[in-house]
């Protein structure tokens, strides 16, 4: 695993998506739907779901590394479903345990081949569960090779990046709040995990980049640290 400097920040998530339109009506619960009117482009994807036909036994069973995927695209739904098991916020709390509610991950996603979202950068925004377009474009095999080469993140639908703002965390607990964010990590990934083999996709979890690489494609912060590259894709 390549490593960078560790900063006293807390920690963030990315996808990559690619797609065609621009602007979208919200026609129903599997489209998303742009907002304008403020400095970045929002897309407010659908509510998800709270139960699904998969008992958790039977997610834990199936759960496995994919290392490649079809070239077919997942749904808006399903993006928007394992992005909030990720980091999604029910009745004011987030979907993974946090120490003392501090909340130092944020979540990314670049969108390749995601049925009504455009190809780009997004940042997820929990609190309404939209996506804010960071930048255009398909940054899946930039990202590949940040990430040593690795094809998972070439075909997957989606690569789901996040990463700590350690100060969120050590401002409290000092460098022991570094080893908080990357327990919160473990736990968002493994939501996100078995949340995709609920919906019958498959995911990959890559932790070896250049984190100066990563960075840079996904317009992170000074003061934010990638942890973990997600692929999600159709197995």
């Known amino acids: 695993m390549t490593t960078g400097r560790v900063h006293l920040i807390p920690v963030t998530i990315f996808v990559f998506i690619t797609g065609?339109?621009?602007?979208?009506?919200?026609?129903?619960?599997?489209?998303?739907q742009f907002a304008?009117?403020?400095?970045?482009?929002?897309?407010?994807?659908?509510?998800?779901?709270h139960t699904t036909c998969k008992a958790i036994e039977e997610a834990l069973f199936k759960r496995r590394l994919v290392k490649e995927y079809k070239n077919v695209p997942i749904s808006c739904s399903d993006l928007s479903q394992v992005l909030w098991a990720g980091q999604g916020i029910?009745?004011?709390k987030e979907k993974?345990?946090?120490?003392?509610?501090?909340?130092?991950?944020?979540?990314?996603?670049?969108?390749g081949n995601v049925s009504g979202i455009p190809a780009g950068v997004y940042q997820y925004r929990?609190?309404?569960?939209?996506?804010a377009r960071i930048a255009a474009g398909d940054m899946?095999?930039?990202?590949?090779?940040?990430?040593?080469g690795r094809r998972s993140i070439k075909t997957a639908?989606?690569?789901?990046?996040?990463?700590?703002?350690?100060?969120?965390?050590?401002?409290?607990?000092?460098?022991?709040?570094?080893?908080?964010?990357?327990?919160?990590?473990?736990?968002?990934?493994?939501?996100?995990?078995?949340?995709?083999?609920?919906?019958n996709l498959g995911s990959a979890m890559i932790g070896s980049f250049h984190d100066s690489e990563v960075k840079k494609i996904m317009r992170m912060e000074d003061r934010e640290q990638p942890i973990y590259i997600i692929p999600v894709g159709r197995i």
């Not at 065609?20 to 998303?32: D, K």
């Not at 993974?96 to 969108?111: D, G, M, N, Q, V």
């Not at 929990?126 to 996506?131: D, K, R, Y």
């Open 140 to 148: 899946r095999d930039e990202l590949a090779k940040a990430a040593l």
């Open 157 to 199: 639908a989606v690569v789901i990046v996040v990463s700590a703002v350690y100060v969120r965390t050590t401002t409290k607990y000092g460098e022991k709040g570094i080893r908080y964010a990357h327990m919160e990590a473990g736990h968002a990934a493994q939501n996100i995990s078995l949340q995709a083999v609920a919906l």
């Open 90 to 92: 029910e009745d004011g």
């Open 96 to 111: 993974s345990p946090s120490a003392e509610a501090l909340y130092p991950l944020e979540i990314y996603a670049i969108a």
């Open 20 to 32: 065609s339109a621009l602007v979208l009506p919200l026609l129903g619960s599997g489209t998303a």
């Open 126 to 131: 929990p609190h309404t569960n939209e996506l």
């Open 36 to 49: 304008s009117g403020s400095k970045m482009e929002k897309i407010k994807l659908p509510d998800p779901q």
